[in-house]
Structures are given as structure tokens and as C-alpha cells.
């Protein structure tokens, strides 16, 4: 058998090699000639050549090879533990210098959040170190009032917030004057908090002391995105702001007040949408009501211009000059 063909690793044992230096063991010598076969037993020193016979191997006691491996196997055990702590040593203030960086290395400017459950961990995380302010546009959502145990968390959450000294901005359609849930926050939360409406809102957003904001990133809101870029952030503040002045403050009567001829601001914003070729479910997802409900204020707003068509009622609420009027 070739050198090239007995290749194992060193201080191994094959099987070619473990017969012949049982056999060396038992006749108490083989020859140069047969040691070929497994020349490892050699290079292991587990067999050398005799002093009266350099033709002939004499084995080594098996105790003494077996010390000899083991203490062979601890020197280099031995020698990887200080090339082991060398390498600590090179790296441990590259290290230190690599934590620093790390901390200074600032979160990525825009990250996508793949659940609701994941959405929302991410905004009790912001909350949880914010200390100055929230922002929150909340349009209509049925399924967020249907789940007490959904509100009553972010209720705990949101006076947490508020308990720090931050102050909480929230704008959402008229329609949630009339939502029972809405009137019941509003009525425990204490401290600096306030809201407003308007007929309009745009899709949700949140901004966490003016530093992370989120945003839906699907049509069903099941992903979100995070985002900490300044540029994007001033913009959605400036949008928010624009929205808040233009907002009424919540309170029960500054809606459904009726303005001139009848026509009360509810029904002022449905004829706006009207006049842009909106469908009744547009419509009613866009200021925040059922479709029931929507139709009901277009036929009241049909009733009060004369309208007996849809066609005729676009017509009419154009020639009417209620759309040029403040509602």
C-alpha cells in the first residue's frame, strides 16, 4: 500500500495499522517488509526497530504509546488555548472600539413591520422610551371598537405616555364624536391629551417625539412601515399640523350644527365627494361611517336640494353654491 493511499490523520490508528501492531504485539516483532503496509506505526512511534535485528520492528508497550499520544494530544490542546488567548488579546480592544461604533450606529431610516402584532410592538417600544410627544391620525376602524381588550390596552399603554409628562395630538373623522368608545377614552385619559376631527382624515400615522413614525405599508394594514428619516418625519409633522388647525376640537354639538339652507357639514362634505364621482362606499370609508349611514345623508341632502337622480343631484349640489361656502 502506497504513502498515497494510507493518508489519515496524524496519531490515528487504521485498521491495517491496529492489526499489524496487534500482531507485533503478540509475536513480539514483525518485519521491515510488513510495516509497509501501515507505515503510521512508524511515524506514531508505535513500533521501532529492534537493536539486534534492524530488520525487524519491535513493538512499544502499549501503556508507554498510549502516555505518550495522550500527552502529545495535551500539548497541542494546550498550545490552541494560548493561540486561542492571543487572539482574545489581539481583538479585545478592537472590540470595544466595535461596541461604540455599534451604539452610535443609528436605526435604519426606513424599516418594513411584517404583522399587526409586530406593528404594534413596535409602536409600545416607541412609546415605551418616548418622553415629549404623540402625534396620531386615527381613521375609522370597526374592528378596533368590536375588541374592548385591544382598547383597554392601549388605554394603560397611552396613559403610561402620558404619565411621563409627554402630550398626546389626536385627529380622527367626525364620526368618532358618536363612537361610544372614543367618549369613554377621552373621559379617563388624564393629562396633556386633546383631540380633534375633521370629515377627512388621511391614513393613519403615528409620530413618536418627532423621531419615528409609522405608516400602514398594505392596503390592509397588515404590514407597517417604520420610519426614522428627519426629512420624512418634518414632512408628516407639517402635515399633521396643517390638519390640526384646520380641525375641530371634540365636543358633542360642533358637528351637526346645520348651516345655511339646511345643509349641515356632514352632508357639506358628502357633496364634495359627490361632485368628484365618488361611489356610496368610498364615500362612506372616507368620512368614517357605514355605507347605511352615507346613504342616508345623500338622500337628506337630495331631499333638501330637490334632487330626484343621482345625476340630477351632482347638478344640483354645483349649481347650489354650497361647495363655494365654508361649511
Given at each position: 500500500?502506497?504513502?498515497?493511499?494510507?493518508r489519515?490523520?496524524?496519531?490515528?490508528?487504521?485498521?491495517?495499522?491496529?492489526?499489524?501492531y496487534?500482531?507485533?504485539?503478540?509475536?513480539?516483532?514483525v518485519?521491515?517488509?510488513?510495516?509497509?503496509?501501515?507505515?503510521?506505526?512508524?511515524?506514531?512511534?508505535?513500533?521501532?526497530?529492534a537493536?539486534?535485528?534492524?530488520?525487524?520492528?519491535?513493538?512499544?508497550?502499549?501503556t508507554?504509546?498510549?502516555?505518550?499520544?495522550?500527552?502529545?494530544?495535551?500539548?497541542?490542546?494546550?498550545?490552541?488555548?494560548?493561540?486561542?488567548?492571543r487572539?482574545?488579546?489581539?481583538?479585545?480592544?478592537?472590540?470595544?472600539?466595535?461596541?461604540?461604533?455599534?451604539?452610535?450606529?443609528?436605526?435604519?431610516?426606513l424599516?418594513?413591520?411584517?404583522?399587526?402584532?409586530?406593528?404594534?410592538?413596535?409602536?409600545?417600544?416607541?412609546?415605551?422610551?418616548?418622553?415629549?410627544?404623540?402625534?396620531?391620525?386615527?381613521?375609522?376602524?370597526s374592528?378596533?371598537s368590536r375588541?374592548?381588550?385591544?382598547?383597554?390596552?392601549?388605554?394603560?399603554?397611552?396613559?403610561a405616555?402620558?404619565?411621563?409628562?409627554a402630550?398626546?395630538?389626536?385627529?380622527?373623522?367626525?364620526?368618532?364624536?358618536?363612537?361610544?368608545?372614543?367618549?369613554?377614552r377621552?373621559?379617563?385619559?388624564?393629562?396633556?391629551?386633546e383631540?380633534?376631527?375633521?370629515d377627512?382624515?388621511?391614513?393613519?400615522?403615528?409620530?413618536?417625539?418627532?423621531t419615528?413614525a409609522f405608516?400602514?405599508?398594505?392596503a390592509?394594514?397588515?404590514?407597517?412601515?417604520?420610519?426614522r428619516h428627519?426629512?420624512?418625519?418634518?414632512?408628516?409633522?407639517?402635515?399633521?399640523?396643517r390638519l390640526?388647525?384646520?380641525?375641530?376640537?371634540?365636543?358633542?354639538?360642533?358637528?351637526?350644527?346645520?348651516t345655511?339652507?339646511?345643509?349641515?357639514?356632514?352632508?357639506?362634505?358628502?357633496?364634495?365627494l359627490l361632485?368628484?364621482?365618488?361611489?356610496?362606499?368610498?364615500?362612506?370609508?372616507?368620512?368614517?361611517?357605514?355605507?347605511?349611514?352615507?346613504?342616508?345623508h345623500?338622500a337628506k341632502?337630495?331631499?333638501?336640494?330637490?334632487?330626484?337622480?343621482?345625476?340630477?343631484?351632482?347638478?344640483?349640489?354645483?349649481?347650489?353654491?354650497?361647495?363655494d361656502?365654508e361649511?
Amino acid at each position: 500500500m502506497t504513502d498515497e493511499a494510507h493518508r489519515h490523520g496524524d496519531e490515528e490508528l487504521c485498521g491495517a495499522g491496529l492489526d499489524l501492531y496487534s500482531r507485533a504485539l503478540r509475536e513480539g516483532h514483525v518485519s521491515n517488509a510488513e510495516a509497509t503496509t501501515a507505515p503510521c506505526l512508524i511515524d506514531i512511534g508505535l513500533l521501532h526497530p529492534a537493536v539486534d535485528n534492524l530488520n525487524r520492528l519491535e513493538p512499544v508497550a502499549p501503556t508507554v504509546a498510549l502516555q505518550r499520544l495522550l500527552r502529545s494530544s495535551e500539548d497541542r490542546i494546550a498550545n490552541e488555548r494560548r493561540r486561542g488567548q492571543r487572539i482574545a488579546d489581539t481583538f479585545e480592544p478592537l472590540l470595544r472600539v466595535g461596541a461604540h461604533a455599534a451604539a452610535r450606529e443609528e436605526a435604519p431610516a426606513l424599516r418594513i413591520l411584517g404583522s399587526k402584532e409586530r406593528t404594534t410592538q413596535a409602536i409600545e417600544e416607541a412609546m415605551g422610551e418616548g418622553r415629549q410627544e404623540l402625534l396620531a391620525i386615527q381613521p375609522h376602524d370597526s374592528h378596533v371598537s368590536r375588541h374592548p381588550d385591544i382598547l383597554e390596552g392601549a388605554m394603560e399603554r397611552d396613559q403610561a405616555f402620558l404619565d411621563r409628562g409627554a402630550r398626546m395630538r389626536a385627529l380622527y373623522q367626525h364620526t368618532a364624536r358618536h363612537a361610544p368608545y372614543q367618549r369613554v377614552r377621552y373621559e379617563r385619559l388624564t393629562g396633556d391629551v386633546e383631540a380633534r376631527t375633521l370629515d377627512e382624515v388621511t391614513d393613519r400615522l403615528i409620530i413618536v417625539d418627532r423621531t419615528v413614525a409609522f405608516i400602514p405599508a398594505s392596503a390592509d394594514r397588515s404590514l407597517a412601515l417604520e420610519v426614522r428619516h428627519p426629512a420624512l418625519i418634518t414632512y408628516f409633522v407639517n402635515t399633521f399640523d396643517r390638519l390640526w388647525r384646520l380641525a375641530t376640537p371634540m365636543h358633542p354639538q360642533a358637528v351637526e350644527q346645520p348651516t345655511l339652507n339646511g345643509i349641515t357639514p356632514r352632508q357639506h362634505a358628502i357633496a364634495a365627494l359627490l361632485i368628484e364621482g365618488h361611489t356610496d362606499n368610498v364615500i362612506a370609508e372616507r368620512l368614517g361611517m357605514n355605507v347605511r349611514t352615507a346613504r342616508v345623508h345623500i338622500a337628506k341632502l337630495a331631499a333638501t336640494l330637490g334632487s330626484e337622480s343621482r345625476a340630477q343631484l351632482g347638478y344640483l349640489i354645483g349649481q347650489s353654491g354650497i361647495l363655494d361656502r365654508e361649511g
